[in-house]
């Protein structure tokens, strides 16, 4: 007697594609050290969010993660002062690394405070091995600062070794049109080779070219 035939096996389900939004979206609370010394020392490619304490960076994280308190925003601007990480990556399975530095330019803050974060910054910024871009936010109605400036001038180097950076004009949903083509021309002068990109989450406007940025950038993939 002929065996019967195997049963066809069932066909494999494939795994959704991960997109940037989706992906931003498992962001999730790794460790914060207020010294530099007390970070990890970690593998996965790193993003710092940098910016001055009223730039709106938390506002930012926690918009292109779809989260409300991923990263901590103060009533107070400049009373955060700790580097905070968040790892990012599907299923738990660590990817990337989000690095939210301390708000800097907060004219409460005490001065000796002040020259120990730009001191803290600044070596985070020139030693961080597995740093691989700079998200710098500025608000595009003040323009860059002479601390944004001071700041561009610590990763020039960087960036003329292929860091990426970003300079990222929050609050855009308060400008004109006429006024943000303005805002990112003048800032586009200013980035020194960095991209620049209007933002406002309000609006949700830039929110998915960023993610697909950090995606590009963490994922060896072309910008």
Same mark, same amino acid.
């Given at each position: 007697m002929n065996a019967s035939p195997s049963p066809a096996a069932a066909p494999v389900a494939s795994a959704p594609a991960v997109t940037p939004m989706g992906w931003m979206h498992t962001a999730r609370? $790794? @460790? !914060? /050290?207020? *010294? $530099?010394h007390h970070l990890p @020392? $970690?593998?996965?490619?790193e993003v710092a969010f940098v910016g001055r304490s009223n730039a709106g960076k938390s506002t930012c994280?926690? @918009?292109l !993660? *779809?989260?409300? *308190?991923? /990263?901590?925003a103060s009533?107070?601007?400049g009373r955060t002062q700790h580097i905070n990480l968040f790892a990012l990556g599907k299923q738990g399975i660590t990817d990337a690394i989000l690095a939210d530095l301390p708000?800097?330019?907060?004219? /409460?803050v005490a001065k000796t405070e002040k020259a120990r974060w730009q001191q803290v910054m600044g070596q985070y910024l020139v030693s961080r091995p597995n740093l691989r871009a700079v998200v710098l936010l500025c608000d595009p109605r003040h323009g860059l600062t002479a601390l944004d400036e001071a700041l561009l001038e610590i990763i020039r180097p960087r960036v003329e070794q292929g860091l990426n950076f970003l300079v990222l004009l929050t609050? /855009?949903?308060k400008l @004109?049109?006429?006024e943000g083509a303005k805002a990112l021309s003048i800032a586009r002068l200013q980035a020194g080779g960095g991209q620049v990109q209007l933002f406002s989450a309000l609006k949700k406007k830039g929110v998915d070219e960023v993610a697909q940025l950090l995606w590009n950038w963490t994922h060896n993939c072309a910008a």
């Amino acid at each position: 007697m002929n065996a019967s035939p195997s049963p066809a096996a069932a066909p494999v389900a494939s795994a959704p594609a991960v997109t940037p939004m989706g992906w931003m979206h498992t962001a999730r609370f $790794l @460790t !914060t /050290a207020a *010294q $530099l010394h007390h970070l990890p @020392t $970690l593998e996965w490619p790193e993003v710092a969010f940098v910016g001055r304490s009223n730039a709106g960076k938390s506002t930012c994280i926690n @918009t292109l !993660t *779809q989260q409300k *308190q991923l /990263a901590f925003a103060s009533k107070r601007p400049g009373r955060t002062q700790h580097i905070n990480l968040f790892a990012l990556g599907k299923q738990g399975i660590t990817d990337a690394i989000l690095a939210d530095l301390p708000g800097y330019g907060y004219a /409460a803050v005490a001065k000796t405070e002040k020259a120990r974060w730009q001191q803290v910054m600044g070596q985070y910024l020139v030693s961080r091995p597995n740093l691989r871009a700079v998200v710098l936010l500025c608000d595009p109605r003040h323009g860059l600062t002479a601390l944004d400036e001071a700041l561009l001038e610590i990763i020039r180097p960087r960036v003329e070794q292929g860091l990426n950076f970003l300079v990222l004009l929050t609050k /855009a949903d308060k400008l @004109t049109r006429s006024e943000g083509a303005k805002a990112l021309s003048i800032a586009r002068l200013q980035a020194g080779g960095g991209q620049v990109q209007l933002f406002s989450a309000l609006k949700k406007k830039g929110v998915d070219e960023v993610a697909q940025l950090l995606w590009n950038w963490t994922h060896n993939c072309a910008a």
